[in-house]
């Protein structure tokens, strides 16, 4: 379409349609400002939209200015937007026919200033504090001791040297180094995935669990430490359930990660310093303490050893306890005769009192009283006696009815049961005998075995001359295989001896029905019917 519509009717004036300006407006736009850098507050930012673009506005006192950073764009950023965070943001500016309007369309953004930088830091800083995340309460101290150290730093730098040789003037310990990026973009990943994975090793692993973690850099500017600052990096160091110390940069640096850990350290090695504690001055406190502990033990043992002996001097000896009791002993054997002589005396005059009023007549007045009782007693015992054996006597008169009555029922029940038992036994017998392969056997059949008495199945399992036994149902017969009859052995009966003689006709009238049968090939099982 040309840029140039057709001139009206009317007058001179051209006719533009709505999509005509704007796109003559858009090339105006994008020709006079091809690439901007603009200074101002990032305003209105929300996130990335669901299709990854970012829609925000840059202003400042007097005027804003809609800014767009696309998604392609989004992922090369090296500072993310954030809201009220002060910028510079480089790109072209171009228009927006859907809405009339101009805008940025980013593609780089900077820092405006170490004043923005400040700015977002202490704007993060308040709104990480505001969630209790710098909470004197929650911050711990690092044990006296600790056996394993784990330091996240880079691996090549200055600083793990420093700390290592700090370590081993002082008391060397077992370290563990998680290399991480302490500059650019991926440091604050980095960093807080590092804090995260001491903290994930499991105590008593394969890898020891650290009992301290120091996170150190050297010195800076602002910018080199803004990746101690990240948020990602700062809740790591607040949820790590190891004490966590914090030495980035020089002792007038501050990064935010220094508010989030339980202890803040000037430099990498003042904290290697505070990890752990001297071990010479720690043996000589020790040797100190050892020393004034036996001397407190050896003044304590003579203090008691004194008080022992002036308690000794203010107990009596053994003769001055022992004399009164003994003078009280001789004074009462002294008064023991006379006190049995005068014992004996008033025991002897109640005696002599006693036999006065133990008179015959009296001993007759007693005696008939006691008989007079005694017969009153046995009249009673004798009726009780009597109505205890009319009352058990009565008890086993019912008992015995009782018994009569069951023993009158018993014997038809005994008999009832018995003839249903015989029944079932009858029953069981037929059944026995129908299943029992001697019912074959009746019907003509043969069972043949070896020499074991093992059953045969087939003729091939015979051999030549070998010793067989036929059992008919009459009784067995002993034979050899491919041998003529006359040299069979004798028929014998069920119990191994010979019959007496014929079975009243039944051989006979067995052989014809065994002739009346049709001939098999093979020879018969006992389960052919």
Known sequence: M???????????????????LSGALK??????????????????????HSSGHAYFSLKDTNARLDAVVWKTSFSRLRLKPEEGLEVVA?????????????????EQLEYAGAGAIMAMLEERKRRLAAEGLFAPERKRRPPFLPRVIGVVTSPTGAVIRDILHRLSDRFPRRVLVWPVRVQGDTCGPEVAAAIRGFNALEPGGAIPRPDVLIVARGGGSLEDLLGFSDEAVVRAAAESAIPLISAVGHETDVTLIDFAADVRAPTPTAAAEMAVPVRGELMA?????????TAAMARASERRRADLRGLARLLPSGETLLAVPRQRLDLASGRLPRALKANAAAHRLQLTRAEGRLSPHRLAQLVAGRRERFTLVAGRLDAALRANANAHRERIHRARERFE???????????????????????????MGALSYRGVLARGFALVRDADGQPLRSAAAIAGGQRLDIEFADGHVRAAAGESAPGALPPTTAGGAAPKGPARGREPKARAKADALPKSPAQPTLFDD
């Open 2 to 20: 040309s840029a140039s519509p057709p001139e009206s009717p009317v007058g001179n004036a051209p006719d533009w349609t709505v999509s005509e």
């Open 90 to 106: 480089i790109g072209r500016i171009t228009t927006f026919p859907g809405k009339s309007s101009y805008q940025i369309v980013i």
């Open 285 to 293: 406190a020790i040797q100190a303490g050892g020393a004034r502990l």
């Open 405 to 431: 009555g069951f023993h009158a029922r018993l014997d038809p029940a005994w008999r009832r049961g018995l003839a249903e038992r015989g029944r079932r036994l009858d029953a069981i017998g037929k059944l």
């Open 27 to 48: 090339r105006t736009v994008e020709e006079a400002f091809g690439h901007v850098r603009v200074r101002g507050e990032i305003s209105g930012y929300r996130g990335q």
